[in-house]
């Protein structure tokens, strides 16, 4: 019970001693890598406000659920915000569905992949396209490619973002080779 409380409260944005007053909660999207942190920083917490509540001192309970919100965020931050995945169709099409959210929500394309991690994609998805595991990504910011956009395709990077609002193909992702697979150049997927 203890525990179920101070993770309501900890993701709170009303740090208040009645519960009927927690009105909104924040979701913090924390990546399995991250879970032992968070785990050992809420053993860490628990134990703390357990002592606290026994000798009745909330302003403390507060003030420590505050602090651990901080360094929850702070885990966050820190994490990796790439993983390694087999299945580049599958990467592509989950870069794709996060671009697709990120639109509807903002009304535009991000100029940077980074602007939707962690809010619309949990990391982004490293490739193994030209014998590495990688997640490069080449920005192209003019509409040059509009009439042909296989031109952009150079085999440099894993990704090819089309981030320019002027392009036709402005939000378009596509693995940035012309390398086949299933007798199809991998940008056509």
Known sequence: MILTLFLYILFSNSYSTEINSLNTTDYIRISSQSYDSVYKIIDEIKSEIENTIEEGKISEIENILIFTKEKIKSVKTEQKTYYKEDNFQKALLKLRKSLLSYFLKTNRYPNNINEMVPDFLDMIPQININGDYKAEIKYVRTNKYD?????????????????????????LILINSDKEFNNQPFYKY
């Open 147 to 171: 009439k042909k956009y296989e031109n952009a395709i150079d085999n440099t990077t894993e990704y090819v973002y089309f981030s320019d609002p002027q392009s036709i193909y402005w939000g």
